[in-house]
């Protein structure tokens, strides 16, 4: 099975503050990743798809980068309502994967 | 409008068999797969398995011997059913529309493995 690993597992920040969130597979996922926003008692959001591309409704400040095995999500000016977990999910190789998480704090 | 709806029994004795209802509104299940994920309390997701348009399925080789997918696509349901039941099953479970990306969810099931 296709390891995903998010660092950091916890990271604080300020609003307005640009964010960059990490994800990285134990092999070559070929930008076949999904990146999740999971608020407290909530299902989990798909905020990005297939490396770089942006789910409908999402807000621009949202967007996605990486290839092969590292990959991030970056989120430019750092909003309240930003506060949750954050998932990365390959999808190339069965099983599909999840990684363990990011939560985003308010600082 | 998508919408996936989870239902099924809060508490499950150790040992027994869980059974999970996935109705599906918005959307059908012959063009359409539908995958099944679960969370343990206070952990991360885990991929459990998906049911695919054609009526294949797949499953997480971690949990495969015990898990069982299958849907009746005149009532638009998907079912989950798995044996052997331990604590460390208790979870929430999700069901979502999966398109290589999951992108419609259920809003979640809480199931505690308890005697």
């Known amino acids: 099975d296709i390891q995903m690993t998010q660092s950091p597992s916890v990271l604080s920040a300020s609003v307005g503050d640009r964010v960059t969130l990490n994800c990285k597979a134990s092999?070559?996922?070929?930008?076949?990743l999904n990146w999740y926003q999971q608020k407290l008692g909530e299902a989990p959001k798909l905020l990005i798809y297939?490396?770089?591309n942006l789910q409908t409704g999402i807000p621009s400040r949202f967007s996605g980068s990486g290839s092969g095995t590292d990959y991030t999500l970056t989120i430019s000016s750092l909003q309240p309502e930003d506060v949750a977990t954050y998932f990365c999910?390959?999808?190339?190789?069965?099983?599909?994967?999840f990684g363990a998480g990011t939560k985003l704090e308010l600082k | 409008q998508v919408q996936l709806k989870e239902s099924g029994p809060g508490l499950v004795q150790p040992s027994q068999t869980l059974s999970l209802t996935c109705t599906v509104s918005g959307l059908s299940l012959t063009s359409n797969s539908v995958s099944w994920i679960r969370q343990p309390p206070g952990k991360g997701l885990e991929w459990m398995g998906v049911i695919w348009s054609n009526g294949g399925t797949d499953y997480n080789s971690a949990i495969k011997s015990r898990l069982s997918i299958s849907r009746d696509t005149s009532k638009s349901q998907v079912f989950l059913k798995m044996n052997s039941l331990q604590t460390e099953d208790t979870a929430m479970y999700f069901c979502?529309?999966?398109?290589?990306?999951?992108?419609?969810w259920g809003q979640g099931v809480m199931v505690t493995v308890s005697s």
């Open positions: 092999q070559n996922i070929n930008k076949y």
């Open positions: 999910f390959q999808h190339n190789s069965w099983p599909d994967t």
């Open positions: 297939n490396t770089n």
């Open positions: 979502a529309r999966n398109r290589g990306r999951l992108d419609y």
